[in-house]
């Protein structure tokens, strides 16, 4: 491991805003060099300077559109080349576009899939290659609340992607690979730029910062599955998995 305090090096996708941007600065801060990337590489380079400028370790960056598969597997690989090693890949990148299915909104939708799932599986293959090689390794999925049940409307799509996650995560659990950690975390509601339109109306809203630190923890841990923040979204998640969808429907 190359980190600074032994800890590592973690790679983390759509690094450049929301909770990918604080993930960075709260890994950072606990002894970890980061390789990071996203699209928006002026954002992420800001990022990375001031990462190096408050804990001194080493960040390196990469463009990266993450439906891209062979761009996701040559930037992944450049990495671990680079750093010797990749300890954690945190698989974040995602969009939240959508809207009801069969309303003319279909390319919203499709985007949302082929970024959240389909560029998620690519970086799991590229991310399983070097941990494979490695003969270790920790892969975490960053799903969301909603991939427990089926979501109506504009959610649809989105929450189909990320019960996709889990359900790739737990695949790979299933396949017991020698030095394999695999997480998958379910964040609820955490601000972050991807939901700014809503924030003012939904409940169970937590500031950024706080929001990451449980998924951080978590991820520390090597959580097999969490929902974060615990409260309320720990027992909100044995709830929603037995409720009748009627029931459902009206929560969200």
């Given at each position: 491991?190359?980190?600074?305090?032994?800890?590592?090096?973690?790679?983390?996708?759509g690094?450049?805003?929301?909770?990918?941007?604080?993930?960075?600065?709260?890994?950072?801060?606990?002894?970890?060099?980061?390789?990071?990337c996203?699209?928006r590489?002026?954002?992420?380079?800001?990022?990375?300077?001031?990462?190096?400028?408050?804990?001194?370790?080493r960040?390196?960056?990469?463009?990266?559109?993450?439906?891209?598969?062979?761009?996701?597997?040559?930037?992944?690989?450049?990495?671990?080349?680079?750093?010797?090693?990749?300890?954690?890949?945190?698989?974040?990148?995602?969009?939240?576009?959508?809207?009801?299915?069969?309303?003319?909104?279909?390319?919203?939708?499709l985007?949302?899939?082929?970024?959240?799932?389909?560029?998620?599986?690519?970086?799991?293959?590229?991310?399983?290659?070097?941990?494979?090689?490695?003969?270790?390794g920790?892969?975490?999925?960053?799903?969301?609340?909603?991939?427990?049940?089926?979501?109506?409307?504009?959610?649809?799509?989105?929450?189909?992607?990320?019960?996709?996650?889990?359900?790739?995560?737990?695949?790979?659990?299933?396949?017991?690979?020698?030095?394999?950690?695999?997480?998958?975390?379910?964040p609820?509601?955490?601000?972050?730029?991807?939901?700014?339109?809503?924030?003012?109306?939904?409940?169970?809203?937590?500031?950024?910062?706080p929001?990451?630190?449980?998924?951080?923890?978590?991820?520390?841990?090597?959580?097999?599955?969490?929902?974060?923040?615990?409260?309320?979204?720990?027992?909100?998640?044995?709830?929603?998995?037995?409720?009748?969808?009627?029931?459902?429907?009206?929560?969200?």
């Open positions: 491991m190359s980190g600074r305090s032994g800890k590592g090096v973690v790679l983390i996708t690094a450049s805003s929301g909770l990918g941007e604080e993930m960075a600065r709260q890994f950072a801060a606990l002894g970890y060099d980061l390789a990071l996203a699209r590489t002026d954002r992420l380079d800001a990022l990375a300077t001031e990462i190096r400028t408050a804990t001194g370790g960040v390196e960056t990469a463009a990266l559109d993450v439906t891209d598969g062979d761009a996701v597997a040559a930037v992944f690989h450049a990495f671990a080349q680079s750093f010797g090693t990749i300890d954690r890949v945190v698989v974040n990148a995602g969009i939240g576009k959508g809207a009801p299915l069969g309303t003319g909104w279909a390319s919203a939708n985007a949302t899939a082929m970024t959240n799932f389909v560029g998620a599986l690519a970086q799991a293959e590229a991310a399983l290659e070097i941990f494979r090689r490695q003969g270790r920790h892969l975490v999925l960053i799903s969301s609340m909603s991939a427990l049940r089926g979501m109506r409307k504009s959610m649809t799509t989105y929450a189909a992607t990320k019960a996709g996650l889990a359900s790739l995560a737990e695949g790979l659990r299933s396949e017991r690979i020698r030095g394999l950690d695999v997480s998958v975390i379910h609820g509601y955490i601000r972050s730029e991807m939901n700014a339109h809503v924030e003012n109306r939904t409940r169970f809203m937590v500031d950024t910062e929001g990451v630190r449980a998924m951080v923890e978590a991820i520390e841990k090597r959580r097999v599955r969490a929902y974060v923040p615990a409260w309320p979204w720990a027992p909100l998640g044995i709830a929603l998995k037995i409720l009748p969808l009627s029931v459902v429907r009206r929560l969200t």
